[in-house]
């Protein structure tokens, strides 16, 4: 219940924040929660393995790169569609997913990590290859998507993004409570019971693997047009660590976790790299301090113990 | 009485230890085969390669006539083969109930269903609390699991097993730990198990192998050394010498 009410609070307040903007005359803040809000649909994607499934994969930023990359490249090629955009992001995230969640899912702990962060690496390295589209530079999009003037209108990127945000986080919760949900949560646990019972749950993980890669997927073209702007810098590991960090700082578990910890992660990145240019000095300290204290993340302060 | 779980020759080395030595064993319809031996006879390792746990290195697996020799414990899971654990195996991080409507949920229809919850499952729930009622558990517990007694998590270990609605059962020391007047409780209920399911039952505790087994099986270091009614294993030198004659 609390955890609902806290939720609610959150995303009206992003939803209130362009209008906000208006009145203060900053549309840097508004910037500021749309790519908060992107990093959330992208950590909440990661938590339905790492907090769901006990999977801690260390390549997810590569899925953002996938998405980020197709609506670069397709844009760039004058494919503005965001439909066919999305469509293709999608299909080429699952199949992403499907191989290297094949490969990798056969491994555990350690080994399972390493090898996800090869993954990322590989796709990392490939988009630097890209070098009719930008290379190591990066790719600047003279346009964005063609979103059949949603674009157009004032803060219709922003809404759309919220607007995917709070249905991504609605269907993921409801996933987690589903026959679904409830097979990885217990194969986190206790694996071998699980297949004595009769789950095959390498299966049950591979599809989990290709929801998670989609919807980073989808963060990704979202995250190419706000930013109007695409380099390899975007799957890079340190991308996939942060994602990591933001889904620990929020709360793993836990359903509105992820969105929290993006909140905070960006908040805290912006506030600190004002005071220092080595911000991560003091961000360091502080999600040790998080982690320590409030072993449910950020979430069970704001939510209270059980959510 | 027709045959529903068979071994025909099954071995298994780990390293220079022969651990199960070219077993040969059935279980039929409606009995409870049980499976006794000392410490280290390598029960286990034989539950572990009826339920595909362990690879087996030579010999058959039968069950309702299918080869399952190769099949993985989710198949054999699937195909309708149940088992216990020696060792409490249970989700501790969910509630009682939970881990029941779990087993039940993994032979009632797809699992691949992402947005009804499952806790407004109904039929899942009505098996669910079946199984409860008829190992002694009573109705809708939302203790976690993780909070109940010994005795609770070994009743809830034999609750699972059957949510699942097997065709056969393996329980590995289902009394293991269990105090004396649970173990009579425990015993009562393995009694009533034997009337839906064939079991094939390992255990220590010799007055529950007595008052429940039809046939009693002796393995030592691997090996069958006698099979046969409780009269004929109790009248049996070899196995008294073996096992009974130390325990019971």
């Known amino acids: ?307 | 009485m027709s045959v529903i779980l068979s071994t025909h020759n099954l071995t298994k080395r780990f390293g220079a230890l022969l651990a199960t030595d070219d077993v040969s064993l059935d279980l039929r319809a409606g009995e409870c085969h049980a499976l006794i031996g000392p410490n280290g006879a390598g029960k286990t390792t034989f539950v572990n390669q009826l339920s595909g746990l362990l690879a087996s290195d030579s010999g058959r697996i039968e069950f309702l006539g299918e080869d399952i020799t190769t099949q993985s414990a989710a198949e054999r899971g699937q195909a309708g083969l149940g088992r216990t654990f020696q060792i409490t195996s249970i989700i501790p991080s969910m509630t009682l109930f939970e881990n029941v409507a779990l087993a039940a949920q993994a032979r009632c229809g797809s699992s691949f269903r992402f947005f009804r919850r499952a806790v407004h499952d109904s039929e899942v729930n009505a098996i669910a609390a079946e199984a409860l009622a008829r190992i002694g558990l009573t109705g809708r517990d939302d203790r976690p699991a993780a909070n109940l007694s010994h005795g609770e998590k070994r009743a809830l270990e034999l609750a699972m097993a059957i949510a699942g609605r097997p065709r056969a059962l393996l329980l590995d020391e289902p009394m293991a730990g269990i105090g004396n007047d649970e173990s009579d409780q425990l015993t009562d209920a393995l009694l009533m198990l034997k009337r839906d399911y064939p079991l094939l039952l390992i255990e220590h505790d010799m007055d529950a192998v007595f008052k429940v087994a039809d046939r009693i099986s002796v393995l030592v270091y691997g090996r069958i050394i006698a099979s046969g009614t409780p009269e004929e294993i109790r009248a049996n030198a070899e196995a008294r010498a073996a096992y009974l004659g130390e325990d019971a």
């Open chain 1, 1 to 307: 219940m609390r955890a609902s009410v806290a939720a609610i609070l959150i995303f009206a307040l992003c939803a209130a924040i362009p209008v906000g903007a208006e009145v203060w005359g900053g549309s840097y803040l508004t910037g500021l929660v749309m790519r908060a809000m992107i990093l959330a649909i992208a950590a909440l994607s990661l938590d339905l393995l790492i907090g769901t499934s006990g999977l801690v994969s260390f390549g997810h930023a590569a899925f953002l790169g996938i998405g980020a990359y197709t609506a670069g490249i397709a844009i760039t090629e004058g494919v503005t569609d965001l439909a066919t955009i999305l469509a293709v992001a999608v299909g080429l995230s699952a199949l992403f997913a499907l191989i290297t969640g094949a490969i990798s899912l056969r491994t555990h702990g350690v080994t399972f990590i390493m090898i996800t962060l090869a993954f990322g690496q590989m796709l990392f390295f490939t988009f630097q290859a890209l070098s009719d589209y930008g290379g190591d530079d990066g790719l600047t999009l003279w346009e964005q998507a063609d979103a059949y003037g949603l674009f157009r209108l004032e803060h219709g990127l922003f809404y759309l993004i919220l607007v995917t945000l709070v249905g991504l986080w609605l269907l993921l919760g409801r996933l987690r409570e589903a026959r679904f949900g409830r097979v990885l949560l217990a194969a986190k646990v206790n694996a071998t019971r699980m297949e004595t019972l009769g789950y095959n749950v390498f299966r049950y993980r591979l599809v989990a693997y290709v929801i998670a890669g989609v919807i980073a997927g989808i963060a990704g073209v979202l995250n190419a047009n706000e930013a109007e702007f695409v380099s390899p810098a975007i799957s890079a590991w340190q991308r996939s660590g942060d994602l990591i960090i933001v889904v620990i700082l929020g709360g793993m578990g836990r359903r509105t976790g992820p969105v929290i910890g993006a909140l905070a992660f960006v908040g805290l990145e912006e506030v600190l790299s004002s005071i220092t240019h080595d911000w991560r000095l003091i961000f360091g300290p502080l999600l040790i301090v998080i982690v320590l204290f409030a072993k449910g993340g950020l979430a069970s302060i704001v939510e209270g113990r059980r959510a």
